[in-house]
């Protein structure tokens, strides 16, 4: 117990302090004793190393029980024991109601000393074992949700609220480096200033911005203590404060030797403002050293898959754009058909979501093409109906096509698949009736039927704007969707084009 703590005596007795002191040193404890309860509060408030309170129940001015409560103000962790006398044995079991882990009676013996010790030492034991495995469970929770994370907004917000939770703090930022490298800007702020949600800061100052570039972390216990940090720290930064960096250990896609190479730092980690009031302890510098280590693998991980992702869809866009381009009459038919769907959308006041869904989506749209013989893309003249069943299986094979592709969501997917039925249900390929249609869909559909109205065909001219009205409100309800219809038809009036997405 010399090493992990000590044993503090509280008597008003000295004999049976001294006694005690023999049979606990004897047995290789450290005892530190107080003759009153005010003497062991002192002590206990300059030394936290107090594994054990052994207190006599009865003594003047401050008894045990109330010495017990104010000790564990003090040590939460202490163990309290009490001695009492038979007289007072159900003060004892009192005691034990308020939190004493166990009681000796007086006069005890040397054995029941002994075997008092060994049972709190034992619980004590359990109790940092418990701790220490609930702590871990926890890194593991926090570690296992953001590994599965590819939003970095998300990402970066979770990780600064489970590093506050972990540590039992208010308040915290997570900065991370800017593209350039220069600097550090706030991902993530947890009870700042809106304008301090918005600071950046340059490598190399502040706190933050040091911590960034040695990539060492930083505890400050107290700032009072810490003159020349004093003078750095912003007044964000509390009387006591950790900062860690969060360190890629590798660039991505690096393949050499890990020997050659400098880790970089992705970001910084700031804490603050204990909700106890106490100061943060090398404890919480680890606990908050191993998030930000998962967070940064996590991060890199995110970004590592969204650069993936973008260069899947980049390819996919350009495997559509060379379609097109194989075809003089669909040339640019693609951005066309966003362009009107994203116009349309907004002019129907969809969501964002949808409208981002659709912006992506028009561009893959006639994705399925790609199993469509150039010979019949490029016909002159009516496609035979061999030809059409050909052609009218795209939507279809554009959906297959796109079910790998892991950044797509359910909605582009449908969407591709969709955008040639109809309303009243003599579409293909599923021949789905309008209710069974996503608003995206809808207006999809109508934009792909405008463009190809709008433009010239291996077999027809473009229809002129006359025609283009008269079949648009011909076809409202039956094939558009009359919504959707009535827009384009408000877009013909107009003269206009939508501006380029
Ligand atoms: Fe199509």
Redesign the pocket.
Known sequence: MTKDGSILVVDDEIVIRALLVDILTEEGYAVETAGSARDALNLLQQDNNFVILFTDIMMPEMDGIELIREARKITPTVIPIVMTGFATLETARAAVKEGAYDYVLKPFSLSEIKLAVTNAIERHRLENENARLREINELFNISEKITGMRDEEALLDFVLRAALDRVGARRGSLMVTTPDGKALEVAASVGLPEEAAKTIVEMGRGISGMVAKSARPLLVEDIGQSPDIEQISRRLQGDSFVSVPLEQKWPSGYNGPLSTIEPHVLGVLNVTDKKDGSRFTEGDLKILSIVANHAAAALENARLIKSVEDAHLSTLQSIALLLEAKDAYTHGHSQRVRNYSVWAARRLGMAETDIEVLRLGAAL??V??VGVKDGILNKRGEPTPEEWETIRR??LV?YEVLMPVRVLRPEHRQLVRG??ERMDGSGYPDGLPGDQLSPVTRVIIVA?AYDAMASDRAYRSALSPAQILEQLKQHSGTQFDPQVANAFVELVESGKTPPQE
Do not use: N
């Open positions: 749209h006639d399925g093409k795209h939507p554009g955008h040639h792909d």
